[in-house]
């Protein structure tokens, strides 16, 4: 099972189906996913050292396989978005931002960068997210700084900088109009919800 620490659901999640099928044997992913089990169920048969760790990880492989297979194959209209990840230039734009999300991105530089014109990438984006090049910038990267306030014990100032914000007002107040509640607010919230202790981040406990 996976749980997740955020209460912003992604819109991924609720475009999958209850049942994700993936036929056995086959070339590409399938194949892929059917040698990962094989290792996965050899790791869980023996129990050698380390087994519950090689367990885990293994695991991640198995849902990314599933979920990019579902994701590839998938004859069902895709979510709001989601189509967007399956249009070259969009694509490439969406991995350059969330690589590297403090570079002072422009939509002419994001062009440049995807091969295409300034309005070509802003209609794409338009039409497959619903919004903006830069206005998705900004959106991530203030999902970057929610993660930070749930995470870490950095200043509002180091977040703002994070966010791309030039000072910590304009910060405060893009956070609060994105999110309903201050940044100091929703480091509280997130720090008081219940999180079973099974659940809790390795670093909780000390371990490294």
């Known amino acids: 099972a996976f749980?997740?620490?955020t209460p912003e659901p992604h819109p991924l999640l609720a475009a999958l189906p209850q049942v994700i099928h993936v036929p056995a044997g086959g070339h590409g992913t399938p194949g892929r996913l059917k040698s990962v089990m094989e290792i996965l169920g050899g790791e869980l048969a023996e129990g050698a050292a380390g087994a519950?760790?090689?367990?885990k990880?293994?695991?991640d492989v198995v849902l990314v396989l599933a979920v990019r297979d579902w994701f590839n194959t998938?004859?069902?209209a895709l979510p709001d978005g989601m189509g967007a990840l399956r249009d070259?230039?969009?694509?490439r734009a969406l991995a350059a931002i969330h690589a590297h999300p403090r570079h002072p991105w422009t939509v002419e530089s994001l062009a440049q960068?995807?091969?295409v014109s300034r309005a070509t990438l802003a209609r794409r984006f338009q039409r497959l997210l619903g919004e903006a090049p830069l206005a998705y910038v900004r959106r991530w990267r203030l999902t970057l700084a929610a993660l930070e306030l749930r995470r870490t014990d950095a200043s509002?100032?180091?977040l703002a900088e994070l966010a791309g914000y030039e000072s910590e007002a304009a910060f405060h107040r893009a956070f609060t109009r994105a999110r309903g509640m201050t940044p100091a607010e929703y480091r509280?919230?997130?720090r008081d919800r219940v999180i079973p202790p099974s659940l809790k981040p390795a670093a909780a406990s000390g371990a490294t």
Do not use: K
């Open 3 to 5: 749980a997740f620490d």
């Open 52 to 55: 519950d760790v090689v367990a």
């Open 57 to 59: 990880r293994l695991l």
């Open 74 to 76: 998938a004859r069902e």
């Open 88 to 91: 070259g230039p969009t694509s």
């Open 113 to 115: 960068h995807v091969g």
């Open 156 to 158: 509002v100032g180091e």
């Open 188 to 190: 509280r919230r997130e």
